[in-house]
C-alpha cells in the first residue's frame, strides 16, 4: 500500500506547518520540502500506473513526471492555496474524501483488494482525486482537446492548464458541498440496483473481499461475487461517465 496512518498523520501535519502564516518562513519552507519528500514519490506512482495515462498512450515516466510537476506546482501556487483549502475544511472533508475516494475505485477494474485497504486517509483521497485531474489535463495538453470527444473520453470538469500565470485552481471535485452531492447522487443510484449486485457493491466498497461477499450472500464462489461488483461498475460508469469523468471514466 502507498499510504497508510502514519503517513496521513505525518503529511497532515506538515501541510499544517505549509499554512502556518505565524511561523517564520524558513520553518515554512522547510515543511514543504519535507511535504515534497513525502508526497512527490507517491504522486508519481500512481501516475506511472495511471490508468488515463495508459488508456491514452502516454503511460511513461516523462508523462507520470509531468504529472507529478502539475501537482505539485498547484499545490505551491497562489501561496499554497490549494492546501490551505484543505486545511480548513479538513474536518467535513474527511468523511466525504473518504467515500470519494472509494467510489474512484469503481472506475478501475484492475484495482486490487489489497490496494484498497480501508485507511481514515482524506489528505490521501484529496491528493489522489488531485492527480486524477492532473492526469487529464496532462493527455489534453499532449493530444489535445478532441480527445475528449471519443467514447471513452479524457476529459474532466476542471478548467484545462493554464499557459501563463498561476497553474491551475484546485479541481471542483474537492470542493466540500460537491464532494457531498457527488457521494449522495452516486449512492442513490446504488440503491436502485437490484439487492444482490447492490450488496456486493457496497460491502466491497466497505473493503469486503469476494469470498467474504460469497458467503455473505450465498453465492457458489468468489468469481460470481465478482462479477456482480464488476456489473455493478458498468452501470455506474454507464450512467456516470460524462458527468464525472474523473471517477468514472477510466473503466
Known sequence: MDWDLADEAACARLVGEVCDDQAPRATRERAWHALLRR??????????????????????????????????ERLAADGFA?????????????GDADQLDALGRLGDDEAT?????????????????????????????????????AKRGVTTDAAPLPTTGLPGARPPITDVL??????????????????????????????????????????????????LVRAGQARLRERFRDRMPAMFGDG
Open 82 to 94: 490549494n492546501l490551505r483549502r484543505f486545511q480548513a475544511r479538513r474536518p467535513a472533508l474527511a
Open 113 to 149: 483488494d489489497d490496494a484498497r485497504a480501508a485507511t481514515a486517509t482524506p489528505l490521501r483521497a484529496w491528493l489522489r482525486t488531485l492527480t486524477r485531474y492532473c492526469e487529464r489535463d496532462q493527455v489534453r495538453r499532449r493530444l489535445g482537446e478532441s480527445v475528449g470527444h
Open 178 to 227: 460537491t464532494m457531498a452531492a457527488v457521494v449522495a447522487e452516486v449512492r442513490a443510484y446504488i440503491a436502485t440496483f437490484p439487492d444482490a449486485m447492490r450488496t456486493a457493491l457496497e460491502r466491497w466498497l466497505a473493503d469486503a473481499d469476494f469470498d467474504e461477499i460469497a458467503a455473505e450472500l450465498a453465492l457458489p464462489d468468489a468469481a460470481r461475487a465478482r462479477a
Open 39 to 72: 508526497i512527490g514519490p507517491v504522486i508519481e506512482a500512481w501516475a506511472t500506473r495511471s490508468p488515463i495515462l495508459r488508456q491514452a498512450r502516454l503511460a511513461n515516466p516523462d508523462d507520470a513526471r509531468a504529472v507529478l510537476t502539475m501537482a505539485l
